[in-house]
Structure formats: structure tokens, C-alpha cells
């Protein structure tokens, strides 16, 4: 088998965990490799709903070893929290299949008080998650970040935790009036989480190029979407990790040349929450209608916050493929087209007279461009039943089709419906 990369095309959402979930036992390892528990994903398996936040979604499957990768940023009580909600519902979580990089960054309580600070202050209004995210990416950058490693040495997590609590604490008292956080409790919360983690906490790095060297195989899960990576997507409303297809190397630790395929996941509309640009945003009673049709809905799974809807915005997919070197694109939740009248698909912009074919990097055009339409027919009736693509209305056919055409990409799998048999393969994956 390839090692194949598995990207959201939008601004998340996209249902990675689901394709993730069913394309896994083709693999040895699943590896997640950039962002926190910010992200979520869902799977369902019958009538279960699992959401994970930060173990990738390959543990529903036994025998798969699970890699948390340097590039992800982790809360421990939040990940300790999420193995043990596991095991209780009898999913297997041992030293044996799952693995913690040394290199992850830790969150600490600080750095979440500082995303709301921010969130809240003068600075401007992203929209996170205010789980400390970005801060902690910024103590990484800044040199100052504290490692999963560190937890396995009190000299020096007391090093680090003392020197980054003087600056900060100058800050939250000086600057915002604030309490200081106090060292000893921290410190001792975090000695703990060092030990119940201390057997899952290895050089990953070397595991998977090991791995790799025995001919196994494996799948970078991504997080988040492509519109949200810190360097390609709609900045500053991005999260603060590489979510495209080069993050799944610098965040594992596994050479470029070892990457077969990169798929790209992309939602049959769009969605994103937070704020910041949506040229394609629905605000009526449709983004009601579609934000609550289906089992499941449109709202996060790690905050519960409604996502703004809209129509596809193939502008913005088109940079995705190009900046990910997508392959292979899958396509998910058609079904939920199901429930509106009629279809629109956003095939370019217009700003200041001119076609705009990929989407740009300068904030004007999106605040400024009009999306231009095609309206399609859209169709009545459940097709999460439907197994094979000449079986769909032929207006969902069409839409696909249409799709196809503009981006120069054969859908290979198509979604319709949560469940995990609820898809349509027209062509093989790898």
C-alpha cells in the first residue's frame, strides 16, 4: 500500500474522520500530524457516535498503531481524558497502539487565559476555539514552548514552567490586571500528566521511518482544512498549524519522498466557523435548512458552535488541489443537497472586472469579489442507500459531473450519508 496523505479542502469539516475511518484498514499506521483539540472528528458506527479531538481516528480499528505527531500541540488532562472516555466504551488505548511524539508541544492553562484575552480584547476577534492553540504554537516558534518530553523531567519542566511564568505573569498582572498563576500546583498537575503519559511518550519519528523501512504503510490524518492553514489559507482567520499536505512531514517527521498520494476531501457545499471571509455564505432560512439537515448537522464538534453555510466554492478548491498536489478528490455529504429547492455552484469571482479563476491571497478580493453561479436542479428523496453512481437522481449525477469538469479531478468516492457504509466508490482510492 501507498502512504497517502488525507486533506480537508475547505475550511474543515469536510468529514476527514468518516473517510479516515473507512479507508484505515488498508493501513499499518494513522498518523495525526499538526493542530489540537480544536479539531474534531466524527464517526459513526451503527448506531455509536464517536468524536475525537486529538487521537487519530484509525483507533476504531484494533491492530493499527496510532501516532500523535510533533506537529500536534497537546492539552494532557484533554487527551487523558479522551483515552480514558475510550475505554470505556471498549475501544483499546495501550502504550502498544498508541504513540506520543517526544517534540509535541504542551498547552497550558496560560496560554488558553491568553487566547481569551485576545479573543475578547483589541487586537481583532478570530473566532477560536480559545483552547489555547495558537498561543501555544507561539511559545513553539518563540523557543519557549515546553515538549511532552519535558513532562518526564521535573528539573527541567520547573525550569521551563518558572522561566515562562515570570513573562507572563508580568503580563496578566502589569499590562491586564489580572491574578498571577501560581507555580507549585501547576507544576505538580503537570509532573502527573507526565506520568500516566510516560509510556505513550516516544521518538515517534523513529517509529514511522522505521516503519517504513519494513515496507508498512501509512496515513497522515489532517486536521482542519486547507482555507485554515497559517500560510495558505484565509489569514489571519486561520488556525496556527500547516493544515495542507506539506504539514503531514514536518509534523511527523517523515521525509517527502515518501509520500505517494495526497486525497483531498471536500464537502458537496460549504461550511467554516469563526469568523472571517465566506464569499459564497448563505445568511436566509436556506443556511438554516441546511445547517440542521441530516442526522447530524452542521455545528462543531469540539465547541458545539453553528457553522456558516454556503454554496460549493470551487474558486477556493481549486487553490487546495494546487497547493496540496491532490490526486485523488472524494466527495461528501451529497445527500443534504437533497433538502434544498435548488443548487448553486460558485465557478469563479468578478473583482474590479476581472475573472477570478483561484482564490488570492489579498484580504480586498474577498471581502470585494462576487461569487458567480450556476444554479442546478436539485433532486427529492434518500439516496444514502445508493451504491452505485448511475443509481443517483440524475440531477445529483449532473452536479458531480459539473463539478468534475471545473476542477479537472475524478471524484473517486462519494458520500451519502453518515454512516460508514454510506458511500459510493466509483474508482479506486490508491
Not at 457545499?269 to 436556506?286: A, C, H, N, S, W
Request: charged share 25%; hydrophobic share 35%.
Amino acid at each position: 500500500m501507498p502512504n497517502v496523505v488525507v486533506i480537508g479542502t475547505q475550511w474543515g469539516d469536510e468529514g476527514k474522520g468518516k473517510i479516515i475511518d473507512i479507508i484505515t484498514p488498508y493501513f499499518d499506521f494513522v498518523v495525526r500530524f499538526q493542530g489540537g483539540n480544536n479539531a474534531g472528528h466524527t464517526v459513526i458506527i451503527g448506531k455509536e457516535t464517536f468524536t475525537l479531538h486529538l487521537i487519530p481516528s484509525g483507533i476504531l480499528h484494533p491492530g493499527k498503531e496510532l501516532i500523535i505527531g510533533n506537529g500536534v500541540v497537546i492539552d494532557p488532562p484533554a487527551l487523558i481524558a479522551e483515552m480514558e472516555g475510550l475505554r470505556k466504551r471498549g475501544i483499546e488505548v495501550n502504550p502498544d497502539n498508541l504513540h506520543i511524539s517526544k517534540g509535541a508541544h504542551v498547552i497550558f492553562p496560560y496560554h488558553k487565559l491568553s487566547e481569551k484575552i485576545r479573543e475578547e480584547g483589541s487586537i481583532g476577534r478570530i473566532g477560536t476555539t480559545r483552547r489555547g492553540i495558537g498561543p501555544c504554537y507561539m511559545d513553539k516558534a518563540a523557543r519557549v514552548g515546553v515538549r511532552m518530553v519535558d513532562l518526564l523531567y521535573p528539573e527541567v519542566l520547573e525550569r521551563k514552567l518558572k522561566r515562562n511564568l515570570e513573562e507572563i505573569n508580568l503580563i496578566f498582572t502589569k499590562i491586564y490586571g489580572g491574578e498571577p498563576i501560581e507555580f507549585s500546583s501547576l507544576y505538580e498537575n503537570y509532573l502527573n500528566y507526565g506520568k500516566l503519559l510516560s509510556p505513550y511518550i516516544k521518538d515517534t519519528y523513529l517509529l514511522l521511518n522505521r516503519a517504513l523501512e519494513q515496507k508498512k504503510s501509512i496515513l497522515f490524518e489532517g486536521a482542519q482544512g486547507t482555507l485554515l492553514d497559517v500560510d495558505f489559507g484565509t489569514y489571519p482567520y486561520v488556525t496556527s498549524s500547516n493544515a495542507s499536505a506539506g504539514g503531514a512531514c514536518t509534523g511527523s517527521g517523515v521525509g517527502p519522498i515518501h509520500i505517494d498520494s495526497v486525497v483531498g476531501i471536500m464537502k458537496a457545499y460549504t461550511t467554516r466557523v469563526g469568523e472571517g471571509p465566506f464569499p459564497t455564505e448563505i445568511k436566509d432560512e436556506l443556511a438554516d435548512r441546511l445547517r440542521n439537515a441530516g442526522p447530524i448537522g452542521e455545528y462543531g464538534r469540539s465547541t458545539g458552535r453553528p457553522r456558516r453555510c454556503g454554496w460549493l466554492d470551487l474558486v477556493a478548491v481549486k487553490k487546495s488541489i494546487m497547493v496540496n498536489g491532490i490526486n485523488k478528490l472524494i466527495l461528501t455529504r451529497l445527500d443534504i443537497l437533497g433538502y434544498v429547492d435548488k443548487i448553486k455552484v460558485c465557478t469563479h469571482y468578478l473583482w474590479k472586472g476581472k475573472k477570478i479563476e483561484f482564490l488570492s491571497e489579498e484580504i480586498n478580493l474577498w471581502k470585494e469579489a462576487v461569487p458567480v453561479y450556476e444554479e442546478m436542479e436539485s433532486w427529492e428523496g434518500d439516496i444514502s442507500r445508493v451504491k452505485k453512481f448511475e443509481e443517483l437522481p440524475i440531477q445529483a449525477q449532473k452536479y458531480v459531473e459539473r463539478i468534475e469538469k471545473e476542477l479537472g479531478r475524478k471524484i473517486s468516492l462519494i458520500s451519502v450519508g453518515p454512516g460508514r457504509e454510506e458511500v459510493i466508490q466509483r474508482e479506486p482510492i490508491f
